[in-house]
């Protein structure tokens, strides 16, 4: 999607995941349907934007859009050109779920992180893999991360490159982390099944309010430029 247009995203590219604050993570933020003020294309870019506005009831509303059964793949490189949100409470990122669950529920069928970003933390972004044997919930999980100072301020590429025997993570051009196949089974290496893509800003949650939420910080934006598939 290169996101040349305006209004909503695009639905046949795009589906709303809507849920209510707590859904994962002890997340703050209420994820709302087809609403503009959280998801909107404009001037050539994905809008995604947390705001304090108590819509529904809830303090805090955002949005996330996935493209399960619209844009689903097994390997190929995945990229996004993000700008990210600042202040310390935010929780952007472009990531990937399995389509089938072929495996069972998670973390058992896998999840790639192709980038995460805490407010807190705002020179860093970091790329990870999930799966059975590896994930945080056991702090097994295969994270790595990269320092950059202009995350928050200018645009940059996040990308994965998917094959059969290993995983590569981008940021711009600079390859900074590799998660391999050790070819003991699903256990760790999950990823031979179709996955989808997700955009999301968070609010809070356990990484998110690590060190708290600034409640000055809204509204918060996350913009993406495009996001393609090789």
Do not use: C
């Not at 247009?5 to 589906?15: I, M, R, T, V």
């Not at 700008?83 to 935010?90: C, F, N």
């Amino acid at each position: 999607d290169e996101f040349n247009y305006s209004g909503l995203p695009d639905a046949s590219k795009w589906s709303f995941e809507v849920h209510t604050p707590g859904w994962v993570n002890h997340e703050w933020q209420n994820y709302t349907d087809r609403r503009l003020e959280n998801a909107r294309v404009e001037n050539g870019r994905l809008i995604l934007e947390a705001r304090r506005d108590w819509y529904n009831g809830y303090e805090i509303s955002s949005a996330r859009l996935a493209s399960n059964n619209k844009a689903d793949f097994t390997y190929g490189r995945f990229e996004s050109r993000i700008k990210l949100p600042a202040g310390r409470g935010v929780w952007p990122a472009f990531w990937m779920l399995p389509t089938d669950w072929s495996y069972g529920g998670w973390p058992d069928s896998g999840e790639i992180d192709i980038m995460e970003h805490v407010g807190y933390d705002p020179g860093m972004i970091y790329g990870s893999a999930h799966t059975r044997d590896r994930n945080h919930t056991k702090g097994t999980q295969f994270t790595r991360g990269y320092a950059d100072g202009s995350v928050e301020s200018s645009f940059h590429n996040y990308a994965v490159e998917w094959f059969p025997d290993h995983i590569d993570y981008y940021f711009d051009s600079n390859k900074y982390a590799t998660y391999k196949n050790d070819y003991q089974g699903y256990g760790t290496w999950p990823f031979d099944k179709r996955f989808y893509m997700i955009l999301n800003l968070a609010i809070g949650g356990d990484w998110g309010a690590a060190q708290g939420v600034d409640m000055n910080i809204f509204p918060a934006r996350m913009e993406v430029d495009y996001v393609r598939v090789f």
